[in-house]
């Protein structure tokens, strides 16, 4: 279900299915040599159960922008955003800045909120008492197609 889009975000909140999962199977997978797998256990695994930590609280958002391809979120990736999280220095953050949401590596101080971009392109954010500014919530994983 889509709450809110914006220029830089598109927000959504979690849907949960009673059957939801793939099928996951328990062997490891190379990445150099092929190797022989002696037993491979299949289950189903729950990308909600694996990704979603406190339901009421997790939210999704769709990327728009290039300002974070440093630290790996690309042009239309999936966040997943929890708001139960403590907003501390270096995390990636959800913010809702002057009527716009968007997403940064968060810099706190002793002198102040800075708002990092992971592009040298984009210019470092400096957070004031002019500002509307709300931590919305903590980027806690990214889903990208491939």
């Known amino acids: 279900m889509q709450l809110h889009k914006s220029n830089t975000l598109t927000l959504f909140a979690p849907k949960t299915h009673n059957n939801s999962g793939a099928h996951f199977f328990d062997a490891g997978i190379s990445a150099g040599f092929p190797s022989p797998t002696e037993d491979v256990k299949e289950q189903r695994l729950s990308l909600d159960r694996e990704l979603v930590k406190n339901k009421e609280a997790t939210f ?23 708001r139960s999280l403590e907003p501390t220095h270096n995390k990636i953050a959800v913010c809702f800045l002057d009527g716009e949401f968007t997403v940064k590596r968060l810099k706190v101080n002793a002198e102040g909120i800075w ?10 954010i400096k957070i004031t008492s ?11 994983n990214v889903i990208k197609k491939v």
Request: avoid cysteine; proline fraction near 7%; glycine fraction near 10%.
């Open 60 to 82: 999704f958002a769709r990327v728009s922008g290039q300002s974070m391809i440093g630290a790996g979120l690309d042009d239309n990736d999936l966040l997943v955003i929890d």
């Open 115 to 124: 708002l990092q971009p992971e592009n040298p392109n984009y210019p470092i």
């Open 130 to 140: 002019d500002n509307n500014f709300v931590i919305w919530g903590i980027v806690t």
